[in-house]
Each structure stands twice: as C-alpha cells, then as structure tokens.
C-alpha cells in the first residue's frame, strides 16, 4: 500500500476502477447525443474523479451549504466529464444524461446551473479563474474555510483574462485556490504549442507569485498526493500543472486531434468500449 493510501477513503485501486467506468460512461452519452468533447473529457477525468471521490467537501447532501468546497469546471466544453462524475455522485439520476443535448434538455454541451451540482456556467474560455479568484477572496473576506478548484485547459490559458487573474490571486495571497492546468498538448485547432506558446508554464506560474507542482495527470495516486499537499505555501495560490494524454485510454483516440469533438462510429465505439472492458479486468 502507498503511504498516500492512508489518507484515502478509496484504495488507489478504486479509484482507478473508477476511471475506467467512468470513461466508458462518457463515451456512452457522447455517442447517445451524438455529440460531445470527447479527448479533452477523457485526459481530465482522472482529475474530476480524486477530486470527487477524494479532495472535496462537497456532495449533493452539503450543496447548499455555504462551506462547501468549489469546483468551477473553466473548461467549460468538457462538461461530459463533470456530468458522469456527478451523477455518480448522486446530484441526479444518470438516466437523465440519455438526454444530453437533445431539445429541452437541460444537460447542454456546457456547464449550466439548472444541473444540480454545477457551480457556474462556463463554457467561453478564460471565465473561470477570474470567477474563482472572486470566490476564493469572498471566503477570505467572510471567514471561512472552504477551498476552491478550477480546471482549466492548455489551450485555454493564452486567455488574457487568466493572466489579470493570475495576478490579483497572488496578490491577495489566495492560498485557498487551486488551478489545475490540464496539459493535453492540444487544444481544437492544432498542437497548443503552435497555436499559441505557453511554455515554460512553471516560470510563468512562478513568476505571478504562484506555488507551483507538476504531475501525471493521469495518475490517480500521484494526483491523490499532491492534493493532500495543498496549500504548497502558505500565502500562495497553488497551481498544479497536469501532464495529461488527449484521448487518453481509448488507444485510436491518444494524442490525435480529430477526437477533440469527434463522435465514434458504431464500430469505433464497440473497440473503445472493448479496450476499456479490457482495462477494467485489471483491477
Ligand atoms: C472564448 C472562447 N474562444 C474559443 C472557444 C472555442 N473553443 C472550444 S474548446 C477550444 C480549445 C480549448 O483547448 P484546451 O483548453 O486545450 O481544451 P482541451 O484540450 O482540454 O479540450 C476552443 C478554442 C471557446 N469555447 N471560448
Ligand atoms: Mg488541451
């Protein structure tokens, strides 16, 4: 056992077996609606899952409370992702993601508030952050102990808006933040490197007064470690830089571009949804 095991209220076994369901869900309501965010939702669900399953305080129970953690999904487009972990969780029943994106449906390809569980509409990129910076500092201004997460994309970070709030959440020492960038290498239009620099995403961090750690964001004991690290300064926002995989787990999907937004034929799904059954008869 891993000495962060300790701490977990799942085995880093678990947690992995629910990655694997997880994934398959998404890929199930993405082919259902025949549309959806399919590579940027499966490189970061093994975030969304520790940070559910693990990290924070917060469930359908607790929702209206006004200490609960927060999570603002910034990129807003994977909202697949957040849905799965939600339902699982017991915000609403999962049938009801047989729904997504159909006519009158409130399970629309981005987050909305109608859904329980969904803290802020997001969706335009770079809304996120600024968002959280407002309520990290309200839980200064007010007291309280609750923390906020915000997950945004590689390819999302050129939004100037990131960097004015990157600024304003050093500057009032928001140590009760916590970015986690998930660097897939792409973003819809090509690699992130081409369509727009970002690298060295440490120093930039670094340099606007953030903590900062990098890890496999694709690993779900790794993540549970470095959450359980958190706040990394005293004083400091904490940024977690996320190495994570495109596509990740459906081996055709890997680090290829057109399953940004691709939707599997029938015979892609039947392989996706094999190489995934296949996985699971691992743990
Ligand atoms: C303000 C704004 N501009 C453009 C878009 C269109 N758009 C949707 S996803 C995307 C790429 C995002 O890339 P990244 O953040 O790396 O997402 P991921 O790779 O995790 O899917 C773009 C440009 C948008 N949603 N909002
Ligand atoms: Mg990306």
Redesign the pocket.
Known sequence: MLDIEKTLTMTINELNKKSVIYRKNILKYIVKAKAG?T??SL??IDILNVLYNHVLNVGPENFSSPNRDRYIQS?G??VEALFVVLADKGFFPEEELNTLCQYGSKYIGHPTRKVHGVEQNT????HGLPISVGVALAAKLDGKDYKTFTL?????LP?GSNWEAALSAAHYQLDNLCVII?K?G????GP?ASVCKTDPLDKKWESFGWSVREVDGNNVAQLSEVFAALPFEAGKPSVIIANTI?GKGVSYMENVLKW?HGVPNATEYEQAQLELDQALTHF
């Open positions: 965010h590579g940027g490189s970061s990129k487009h994977c969706g335009a990129l770079g945004l994309g590689d390819g999302e939004e998930d897939n792409l973003q819809i239009s992130t495109k940004h």
